[in-house]
């Protein structure tokens, strides 16, 4: 009788030996499974629907700073194969097609080698003609509307702050935003009349004096609708500039809380 006691005994160890292993398989397997739906989300969200970028240059201050970390909608212009990762010829030209507007903050694939993302504000829609006289933007032979308002003040690594005139500049479709003069008389603050081609663009930095963009034409020129990427949205995260995003333990004081979720216009 004893000897039936301990076989039903391990009987009923080694069952919930078995049970205990199948659950935990099971377990495991669950998880598993999350991780590939979550990865497939994430996979499709940023090819689709919304994109992360961050600043590495200074080219769009005082709008966006080195360090800055912003969402681009993919879906705002449509989407071309450079909308894709690794811009695959999967097809050719733009489908569901939508035009950017005048004042948009985009990203886009540097037309001289189709690979580099910069980001940049239209300024120029196609048929425009584009100038800058004594560093004022000219549309279509009309001075764009400029004001001075306050300055932008930064601090280098050694502690000095850094003055740099901010204007006011207002489109003809009323978008207004801001734009840094840091020289009186750069390169770029004369410029020739560009005229822009049908389908392409013509994109400025809003750091006037130190950006490379449409004004120089074998460096950047006319952007094709096709090179678009997308709208920038919205900043959901900002680190001074001399900070990493991985570098968690410096967040408290180095995130730029004020510029948290800040949309980007």
């Given at each position: 009788?004893?000897?039936a006691?301990?076989?039903?005994?391990?009987?009923?160890?080694?069952q919930?030996?078995?049970?205990?292993?199948?659950?935990?398989?099971?377990?495991?397997?669950?998880?598993?499974?999350?991780?590939?739906?979550?990865?497939?989300?994430a996979?499709l969200?940023?090819t689709?629907?919304?994109q992360?970028?961050?600043?590495?240059?200074?080219?769009?201050?005082?709008?966006?700073?080195?360090?800055d970390?912003?969402?681009v909608s993919?879906?705002?212009?449509?989407?071309?194969?450079?909308?894709?990762?690794?811009?695959?010829?999967?097809?050719?030209?733009r489908?569901?097609?939508?035009?950017p507007?005048?004042?948009?903050?985009?990203?886009?694939?540097?037309?001289?080698?189709?690979?580099t993302?910069?980001?940049?504000?239209?300024?120029?829609?196609p048929?425009?003609?584009?100038?800058?006289?004594?560093?004022?933007?000219?549309?279509?032979?009309?001075?764009?509307?400029?004001?001075?308002?306050?300055?932008?003040?930064?601090?280098?690594?050694?502690?000095?702050?850094?003055?740099?005139?901010?204007?006011?500049?207002?489109?003809?479709?009323?978008v207004?935003?801001?734009?840094?003069?840091?020289?009186?008389?750069?390169f770029?603050d004369?410029?020739?009349?560009?005229?822009?081609?049908?389908g392409?663009?013509?994109?400025m930095?809003?750091?006037?004096?130190?950006?490379?963009?449409?004004?120089?034409l074998?460096?950047?020129?006319?952007?094709?609708?096709?090179?678009?990427?997308?709208?920038?949205?919205?900043?959901?995260?900002?680190?001074?500039?001399?900070?990493r995003?991985?570098?968690?333990?410096?967040?408290?004081?180095?995130i730029r809380?004020?510029?948290?979720?800040?949309?980007?216009?």
């Amino acid at each position: 009788m004893e000897s039936a006691s301990n076989s039903r005994q391990i009987e009923i160890m080694s069952q919930m030996t078995r049970e205990a292993k199948k659950s935990s398989e099971g377990g495991a397997m669950e998880i598993v499974r999350v991780v590939i739906h979550a990865l497939i989300l994430a996979f499709l969200v940023r090819t689709f629907l919304y994109q992360p970028f961050n600043i590495p240059s200074g080219s769009m201050k005082s709008t966006l700073l080195v360090g800055d970390y912003l969402f681009v909608s993919k879906f705002s212009y449509g989407y071309s194969k450079y909308s894709l990762p690794f811009s695959p010829s999967l097809f050719s030209g733009r489908i569901w097609k939508d035009t950017p507007e005048r004042g948009d903050v985009a990203v886009f694939k540097l037309p001289t080698d189709n690979s580099t993302d910069y980001i940049k504000r239209v300024i120029g829609l196609p048929g425009d003609r584009i100038q800058v006289l004594d560093g004022i933007l000219h549309i279509n032979g009309t001075a764009v509307k400029r004001e001075k308002t306050d300055d932008f003040q930064e601090t280098d690594d050694a502690g000095n702050v850094r003055r740099i005139q901010r204007y006011n500049e207002t489109l003809p479709n009323g978008v207004v935003y801001q734009t840094l003069d840091i020289y009186s008389a750069s390169f770029g603050d004369n410029t020739r009349e560009y005229v822009v081609p049908e389908g392409h663009y013509f994109m400025m930095g809003d750091n006037r004096d130190n950006s490379t963009d449409s004004r120089f034409l074998s460096q950047v020129g006319y952007v094709p609708i096709d090179n678009f990427v997308g709208r920038a949205e919205i900043i959901f995260f900002s680190i001074e500039g001399t900070a990493r995003f991985w570098q968690f333990w410096q967040w408290p004081t180095s995130i730029r809380w004020s510029r948290l979720f800040d949309v980007v216009d």
